[in-house]
């Protein structure tokens, strides 16, 4: 970890400068070893750098800049709109494929936030999502990876990135379960940036403890600079890999290695591509894919002009900006390269982000549980590299195939662990309709059993054309593949 400053002295002069004077003062109340370790971590950060985000992001709000003139953004329909398309698309596959068994795409996974909606005690995960199984994401993710070394005959490697908060329990989880069979070789786990969590009113950094700060994960942004930091970048060099599918650790029902997709991205020289779904209703909490001046923006939800959420187009009936991210991405591994350069200039902006944290008050040397809203935390979004690109391609798939995060508890959101089983069962039982196989429904029509299928056995229906299927499936069965 880089050191900014070598000196006490030097160090709380910094502090002092950027209305930090509470960490100075803290500083030399404490002796000792418990003073240097406070030191140790306070000399991690350029306070120089973390002044001017406060007075940016937490004393103001002004800082998120919509550019002007949205158009919505072009992309590629999930189903092709002719024969050109058609043959493109079949070309595409095959690039995507030929890419996957030459060994150039690698698998990256972000896990390194808090989970705080789910509420589970241990990292995101670990968390049981299958529906019969209770297979954890990792272990799902990882039946996947294996299905497509299988297939192409090569390795994908896998690199996971963490954060100081879960980093050794991922590890430990990955190493009890003998690494889902993968080789430990062609895994990678490292931590992203912390940063402080500032006081809402007044923009000082919260400490945790005496002697340590309140910190949380620089957002999934960040992961573009761990990316470098921990040498994984240098780790994909030197393996040859040239695009890096990107997946957040939430989402059950992605497809973490797509053919068509990586290939679509590499075919067009795409920098970095995205994949959207249609948006339920306008203002539905997905960013929105934007076009202003010939390039890419991810306009979230809350930020997006309601009029302009609203517009229909008069030609489909449908919205005009349709197009809704689900942070699914491929990025050329050079444009990673190119952007994390040099890491001080990465270019993202922050988000600011208003939460509760805990924290110690070093006036009345207490820790304190606040009930409300008391401090900003700051997150980089990694769909912020879209408007830094020369060329980027979005490609459309459907919410049923390949969406269904969990982020929320059962019976606290939308997006709950029952909600995303729930799309594993009805995604599975299509497939197997598409098969033949005959699946019990109940009066609304969802699927009256148990149904899970391994991503192990199968990514597209047409997969399970190599299985020995049941003729039907009745109520109440459970149904394993
Ligand atoms: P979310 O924004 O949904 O956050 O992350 P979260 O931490 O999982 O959940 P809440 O908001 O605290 O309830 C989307 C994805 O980005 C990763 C998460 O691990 C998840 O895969 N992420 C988020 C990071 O890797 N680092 C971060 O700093 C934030």
């Known amino acids: 970890m880089s050191t900014h400053y070598t000196s006490h002295e030097e160090l709380v002069r910094a502090l002092n400068r950027n209305g930090q004077e509470h960490l100075a003062q803290q500083l030399n109340e404490l002796g000792g070893s418990r003073r240097e370790e406070l030191f140790q971590q306070l000399v991690t950060y350029d306070w120089e750098r973390l002044g001017r985000l406060v007075q ?6 002004g800082a998120v800049k919509i550019p002007e003139e949205l158009q919505p953004a072009p992309y590629y329909p999930m189903t092709p709109a002719g024969p050109d398309q058609e043959t493109q698309y079949r070309a595409a596959w095959a690039k995507g494929a030929q890419l996957v068994l030459e060994g150039k795409v690698a698998l990256f996974t972000v896990a390194g936030g808090q989970g705080s909606r789910l509420g589970f005690e241990h990292p995101k995960g670990l968390f049981p999502a299958s529906p019969i199984r209770r297979l954890s994401l990792f272990g799902w993710f990882a039946e996947s990876l294996h299905h497509m070394q299988r297939r192409f005959r090569t390795v994908i490697p ?4 963490t954060s100081q908060t879960n980093h050794d329990a991922t590890v430990g989880f990955f190493e009890e379960n003998d690494y889902f069979g ?24 919260l400490l945790k403890s ?7 994960p620089n957002g999934h942004g960040g992961s573009l600079t761990a990316i470098r930091e921990s040498g994984a970048l240098a780790d994909m060099s030197r393996r040859g890999i040239e695009h890096i599918s990107y997946i957040q650790v939430d989402n059950p029902l992605v497809r973490p290695i797509d053919p068509l997709f990586i290939g679509l991205h590499a075919l067009a020289d795409s920098e970095m591509s995205s ?19 010939d390039k890419l923006w991810v306009i979230e939800y809350s930020d997006m002009p309601v009029a302009l959420a609203e517009e229909v187009d008069p030609g489909t009936g449908r919205l005009r900006f349709l197009a809704g991210s689900i942070a699914i991405h491929v990025l050329r591994v050079d444009f990673v390269e190119r952007l994390t350069a040099d890491p001080e200039q990465l270019g993202l902006p922050f988000h600011r982000a208003e939460k509760a944290v805990a924290y110690w008050d070093p006036a009345c040397g207490a820790a304190v549980s606040p009930s409300g809203k008391n401090a900003v935390k700051l997150e980089m979004f990694v769909f912020d590299a879209l408007p830094l690109c020369s060329r980027t391609v979005i490609l459309e798939t459907s919410r049923e195939e390949e969406f269904a995060p969990i982020k929320d508890a059962d019976g606290r959101g939308l997006d709950s662990p029952l909600v995303a089983r729930r799309a594993l069962i009805e995604r599975g039982a299509r497939w197997l309709e598409q098969n033949g196989v005959l699946v019990a429904r109940d009066a609304a029509g969802e699927v009256a059993g148990m149904i899970e299928i391994s991503p192990f056995v199968a990514i597209y229906p047409e997969d399970l054309q190599a299985y020995e299927l049941p003729a039907q499936i009745l109520e109440g069965d459970t149904f394993l593949l």
Do not use: H
């Open 56 to 61: 940016t992001y937490v004393l103001s709000e």
């Open 158 to 161: 896998w690199y996971i990135m």
């Open 182 to 205: 993968l080789d430990p070789q062609n895994l990678m786990f490292f931590s992203q940036a912390m940063l402080p969590a500032f006081d809402l009113e007044t923009g000082k950094a």
């Open 210 to 216: 005496p002697t340590s700060l309140a910190l949380s």
């Open 275 to 293: 994949k959207m779904l249609p948006k339920r209703e306008p203002m539905e909490k997905l960013g929105n894919f934007c076009m202003c001046a």
